[in-house]
């Protein structure tokens, strides 16, 4: 049959991050009616809720920025290398206004569950509003940091003093000024909050369990003539970064290593430290799968962070014991190390002597040191991947209950479908490579695929597309597999569910990068979507 039931709108989409506000403007430009839901009262996602001191991001701002409009893209001035938080947010902004994509969201409304009807296949999504809207597709795009995690710690409500998480920010900032200041935890998070609240801050201590690889970002404002250049060559620049596993127009050095003179290793190093942040990790293509490549990469890091750090005892503590470099998102960072030479700030290591308390007057550590303070900020992560879905109630076949099915880890096929789940999709989340690319364009990926799957649907007559059990089982391997094939699993990061007590550990993204994963599910598409049961007519 190829009818479909009445429902209130065609598309919902959950998320006014960037991935959906694209999803509702592609969506919508195709004829879909849509109605996007957003907990928080403006768009934005993650640069809405972290607006914490130093957010940045770490993929520059001339590719971290949609493509889909060229007029756009040609318009906008971006004023830094990379950009700031209320700069992010204020393009984002600048997006849904130029788009009118607005007028197809509720803010302030969670979704609270989603539930399928498995006679019509088609979803009723619930709010926290008692709002209720059938739908024929359902689409998730609530981001992949998006469930903050603030650990447990025993006495934390005793606390005299502010606590913030940096990823639920108040929007009108705090004043450190003159206050003893705590920060817990050193990814990126902490590390681009670090030295702006040692600014303002009479103490700050850095309470770290695991040291990070940050490597500076070399920012700079963008002149006129360079942003000139960079709009002049963008239809290049896209292309190569549409080939790119990173989903940025940077290429790695073109020989392993070790097929190198130690002076030209040098100074593909070097180059790429100058360059600056999270490229530095892709250097030399070898440097995330081979570990001797990996220490030739990890030794030059720490010559030079040494070189920044005054004091021996100090740079021994900031220095990674634990991962290769690379295997956590290497940190792009504005002068977090030079920031220990200043005599109001230490760092105490986690490592042997853990936190044990939270008390009135500040953190108690296991060996009994009061640390006292005024504020504390956990800068301690997310639930990443599949923390923010978790908290939807996501009702399949028969009733089951998504977090349910993935009790074991996120099953996804392509990072698109999943079986029991017809016309649910996630986009950029678990099982794709979004996590580890430039996420505009994974964006932009991920709905122009589903925009093309739904009109596909809708010339063949079909009702529904739903994942099946084996392709999943395969691509769920796959991610494993490609993982398991690089230094990557030997990292305890979110990646594979590492920083979240009794989460399975599991890798969770897509390794094989954006330009292979591009071409995966072009193929599917084009194959007329094998691996996918396509109902109906
Ligand atoms: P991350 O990268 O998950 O960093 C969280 C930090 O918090 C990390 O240093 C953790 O140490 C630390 N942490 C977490 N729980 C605790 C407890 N219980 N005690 C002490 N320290 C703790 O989150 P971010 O927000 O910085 O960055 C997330 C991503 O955003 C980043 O990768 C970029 O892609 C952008 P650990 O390393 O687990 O020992």
Redesign the pocket.
Known sequence: DSTTAPTDTDVIVVGAGVTGLYAVHRLRGLGHRVRGFERGDGVGG?WYW?RYPGARC?VESVDYSYSFDEELQQEWDWSERYATQPEILRYLDHVADRHDLRRSYSFSTSVVSAELDETTLTWTVRTDRGETVSARFCVFAVGC?SAA?R?D?PGAAEFAGSVHH??AWPHEGVDFTGLRVGV?????????AVPLIAERAARLTV????A?YSVPAGNRPLDEETRTRQKAGYAERRRLSRLNGGGSPHRTHASGTFEVSEEERREAFEERWRLGGVLYSKTFPDQLTDRAANDAARAFWEEKVRGLVEDPAVADLLVPVDHPIGT??I?TDSDYYTTFNRPDVDLVG?RGN??ERIEARGVVLADGTLVELDALV?????D?MTGALDRIEVRGRGGRLLKDDWAAGPRTYLGLGVDGFPNLFSLTGAGSPS?MANVVLCAEQHVDWLAECLSHLDAHGHRAIEARPEAVERWVAECRDRAAATLFPAA???YQG??IPGKPRVFMPFIGGFGVYGEIIAAVAASGYEGFDLIGA
């Open positions: 993650v972290n770490d940091l995690h650990p710690i940096t990823g817990v935890g050193t990814g990126s998070s902490g590390i681009q309470f770290q369990r695991s990070n956590k998102r940190v986690l853990p936190i956990f800068a301690t992560g997310f990443a996590v305890d990061s979110w590492a920083n």
